[in-house]
């Protein structure tokens, strides 16, 4: 709960391999977060034998949503647009965090959810991301990040989203900052997305009455709806929250490269709260 209201949270889930790293922030959360949903959007059986494992060893707090119509029958591709229907309780604070977010701040959290309602004029707010198309884009210019190559600040780029050594950078960046105690060092000023622009929603907050009526008319882009067509619908853009941390691991052009060049999940995975580290580890397959 917070500030009187419930908090539920909900992750698209199909990669257990990073989620084993959210598991542990989240049951970390759990005196803010009253439930966790996981969206099941895969038919891999030990990925379905992690979060099913999960919500069994927690089932008060892990909870599987399912959707038999959930891939498309043109294309056969995952489909997240109907989940977002079931976030529907008007004044329950929601939160969607990717199944590859790797960290999140003490603090973060609660940060958002204070900011979402402090500030109704905003349809939906984010977390400060490492690796984050946008947020890669200020971190540069903050002087975070190399020089060269620019970043834009654009959601589906060339450089930012798709180049995998950029992925390496930003984190490469935030081990570095957190070693040195020197995180603050990425706080920004509160930044509006005044020109209803495209965002990554690696992770983000809303009421459930912002979204709840709209949701039933998403289509196939989840994310252009929820940052870009809703917003300007409701002449109300969204804000990134600059003192609420948190991390991405990898964009899908980014994956492969970034895997190979350096072992960023396994030092994530290091700074995971540790007090359920033998719970997780026995429940992956």
């Known amino acids: 709960m917070y500030q009187g209201r419930r908090v539920v949270s909900v992750t698209?889930?199909?990669?257990h391999r990073y989620v084993e790293i959210l598991a542990r922030h989240l049951l970390n959360l759990r005196p803010l977060i009253d439930e966790h949903h996981f969206w099941v959007n895969t038919d891999d059986a030990h990925d379905l034998a992690f979060v099913e494992g999960l919500s069994a060893a927690y089932p008060d707090f892990f909870k599987l949503v399912h959707e038999s119509s959930r891939y498309s029958k043109k294309q056969c591709v995952p489909r997240i647009c109907w989940f977002w229907q079931k976030c529907d309780e008007p004044d329950t604070l929601y939160l969607k965090f990717d199944d590859d977010l790797v960290w999140i701040a003490d603090g973060a959290v609660e940060?958002?959810?204070?900011?979402?309602?402090?500030?109704p004029e905003y349809l939906c707010v984010f977390p400060n991301t490492v690796n984050n198309s946008l947020c890669s884009h200020l971190h540069q210019k903050q002087g975070l990040l190399p020089e060269s190559p620019a970043l834009e600040y654009e959601c589906l780029s060339q450089v930012s989203w798709s180049r995998w050594q950029t992925a390496?950078?930003?984190?490469?960046?935030f081990f570095r900052l957190h070693a040195a105690g020197e995180l603050s060092k990425y706080r920004l000023e509160d930044w509006v997305l005044k020109d209803y622009e495209r965002f990554s929603i690696n992770a983000m907050c809303w009421l459930g009455s912002d979204l709840a009526e709209a949701a039933k008319r998403f289509e196939s882009d989840d994310e252009?709806?929820?940052?870009e067509i809703v917003p300007r619908e409701a002449e109300r853009p969204c804000c990134i929250v600059g003192d609420s941390l948190v991390a991405h691991f990898a964009y899908g052009p980014q994956r492969a490269g970034l895997e190979l060049a350096c072992d960023a999940l396994a030092a994530y995975k290091a700074l995971a709260p540790s007090e359920y580290h033998q719970q997780i580890e026995r429940l992956i397959p």
């Open 224 to 227: 252009a709806w929820v940052t």
């Open 111 to 119: 940060r958002l959810l204070e900011f979402r309602l402090a500030h």
């Open 12 to 15: 698209p889930y199909g990669r």
């Open 168 to 173: 390496r950078d930003c984190h490469e960046t």
